[in-house]
């Protein structure tokens, strides 16, 4: 979860009033953000110093607070004043709205066909007649680097760039050039550097050497030029020091390069829109029209508003309270969501308007969250749902789990990863490439394959507790996967029980006897064989088990499990010195 740090007086200011620490501790609670920690800016500072002493009565007292990682609104100070005035219906939500002109009057940006090597998307806008002062500036900063830390995964899907308006001159050109042909003097620098020396005079720098992977080895790296070829940026790593932006500036350009479109659009919204309150026409935005090679184009920002349909049936259902629509809509209003109520086909149903400061509401279960939170999570009254109706298999699981106990076995929870060695090799068993779901990156040799048998977790249990007091019987209720290509994803889950006997002897009486309790209980008749109206079982010659100790359970004319003696070198290859017999069966094949 991000912390955003904000000043507290700052803050108050915007939010019209001031708060006790209990009073904003419950507006916060209220909203669904928290307050995390309440310091100074001299007190971080002896913090990260390691140095002694209290603050004084003249540090300004700096919140942090905590925000869901999903609310890039919030991560300023500007987003999150303006949330929580509306949300104590202070003020209405803001109507943001993009500058009427025409194409030939906008500022135009060319995207050359070799930036799809590396950064193949950009977005811009322009902040007129902006106002900074020294604290809007350092907020304007600092969502730039939240945003880099968040949405933007450290640069690599989306990088920030931000421009004195009034030191370029449109129209601009987003290229891809190698890099000992780009030469300018990077952001807080005197001298020119080409961009190849850069990467090696950044490799010292704390906060930029971390970037240098994204780009680095590229035989071409992205650069923005303007009309008289003065570098712009050097994205996803540094900003020229021409058109650095400073306290004095009126006129902001934002470019946004990305790997990510749909990201990339909600930065740059985010940005615009929550700086755009200080521009001389407040919430409007200057528009830039970006042309591809291709001759395509794109006009951006888009500040639309995007309209869904909610039922109100589900908000309440959900929610687990009686609302009329217009409490809804009031609600919903608080939450920064225009809304409409109508009826259709005699149901009620809410129109919610999205505006492009909430890009965290993609579905109906957003919208009735929001609800939820307005209406105060603690004001739902706790009740047991009307009917609640576990699925069969889950019934059946929950079930076959209490008789096993009663035969005096203990239940035992295994990873459901496991290493290919462990779940073929070791286990006496070929590996045909074409059972196991296997692990793309696995972090670990022991978590590299999905099992597909709950064997394996069974005896690792069993080899660390083979000092344990004798006989030891414990067995797992688990979910394998395997692959099946006639599934969308191409593998499918599959329900096992599993049980082990380890003792002085193998025991393989009390296991053949625990299988035909499971299927007594499960009410299937033991019969001959090749009688399909119930269970029998039959010799196997499976490679876990000793050969000639060891048998098939066949059901409805299907094989269901196995049970029998576990072979010697199995036992060896998990470090198990006594005989176990172990037994494994299909609980889906009783449904």
């Known amino acids: 979860m991000p912390t955003v740090s904000v ?5 108050f200011a915007a939010l019209g009033r001031t708060y006790t620490q209990e009073e904003f501790e419950e507006l916060c609670f209220s909203f669904g953000i928290e307050l995390d920690d309440v310091t100074t800016e001299k007190a971080i500072i002896r913090k990260e110093r390691h140095l002694e002493g209290e603050a004084g009565d003249d540090e300004e007292v700096i919140y942090k607070i905590e925000v869901p990682a999903n609310r890039y609104d919030l991560l300023c100070l500007e987003g999150l004043a303006q949330a929580l005035r509306v949300f104590n219906k202070q003020e209405n939500v803001p109507t943001y709205t993009v500058s009427d002109m025409s194409k030939e009057s906008m500022l135009q940006i060319h995207v050359k066909p070799e ?51 009034d030191t370029v001159e449109g129209p601009f050109s987003y290229e891809a050039l190698p890099p000992p042909s780009i030469e300018f003097i990077p952001l807080k620098q005197e001298r020119n550097f080409k961009a190849s020396d850069l990467m090696e005079y950044y490799k010292s720098d704390l906060k930029l050497k971390k970037f240098l992977h994204i780009i680095e080895n590229s035989p071409v790296f992205p650069v923005i030029y303007d009309k008289n ?35 990339a659009k909600i930065v740059l919204n985010t940005m615009v829109t929550t700086f755009s309150q200080y521009c001389e026409k407040k919430f409007e935005v200057e528009p830039v029209q970006v042309t591809y090679s291709d001759g395509s184009s794109d006009i951006c920002p888009d500040l639309s508003v995007y309209k869904m349909t909610v039922p109100l049936s589900y908000v309440t259902d959900t929610v687990g309270v009686s609302l009329k629509a217009e409490e809804v809509t009031s ?37 009735m969250e929001d609800v939820a939170i307005a209406y105060g999570y603690n004001n739902i009254q706790r009740r047991k749902p009307a009917s609640l109706n576990p699925l069969p298999l889950s019934q059946l699981t929950d079930l076959m789990r209490m008789e096993i106990s009663m035969n005096g076995f203990t239940e035992v929870l295994t990873w459901i990863l496991c290493s290919r060695k462990e779940n073929f090799e070791m286990l006496n068993r070929k590996d045909n490439q074409s059972t196991a779901v296997i692990i793309g990156n696995p972090r670990s040799a ?32 688990g979910d394998i996967v395997v692959l099946d290509n006639t599934r969308d994803v191409g593998a499918r889950n599959h329900r096992l029980l599993a049980a082990l006997y380890c003792g002085a002897t193998s025991g393989f009486e009390l296991i053949h006897s625990l299988v035909d309790r499971i299927m007594e209980v499960a009410g299937v ?67």
């Open 7 to 11: 000043g507290r007086d700052l803050l």
């Open 115 to 165: 930036t799809s090597q590396i950064r193949p998307y950009i977005v811009c806008a322009v902040l007129r007649g902006i106002k900074f002062d020294e604290a809007r500036y350092n907020s304007f900063i600092e969502l730039q680097d939240k945003l880099h830390q968040n949405i933007c995964r450290r640069r690599t899907l989306v990088a920030i760039g931000t421009h004195d308006l």
């Open 229 to 263: 070829r003065t570098v712009l940026s050097l994205p996803p790593i540094i900003n020229g020091a021409h058109s650095a932006i400073t306290l004095k500036t009126k006129n902001v350009f934002i470019e946004c390069t990305a790997t990510d479109l749909t990201k």
């Open 331 to 367: 609600l919903l209003d608080r939450m920064q969501l225009t809304t409409e109520h109508s009826v259709s086909k005699g149901k009620d149903n809410i129109i919610v308007s999205v505006p492009p400061t909430r890009s965290d509401v993609l579905h109906p279960c957003d919208v």
């Open 446 to 477: 022991d978590f590299e394959a999905v099992r597909t048998s709950l064997m394996p977790g069974i005896l690792k249990t069993v080899g660390h507790n083979k000092d344990h007091p004798k006989p030891i019987k414990i067995f797992e209720v």
């Open 525 to 591: 008749p033991f019969v001959p064989s090749g009688n399909n109206s119930g269970y029998f079982i039959e010799l196997s010659h499976e490679p876990e088990f000793l050969a000639g100790r060891q048998a098939s359970i066949i059901y409805n004319g299907t094989r269901v499990g196995a049970f029998g003696i576990v072979h010697p070198e199995v036992l060896g290859n998990f470090d198990i010195p006594d005989p176990c017999s172990y037994m494994e069966l299909s609980i889906e094949s009783f449904l």
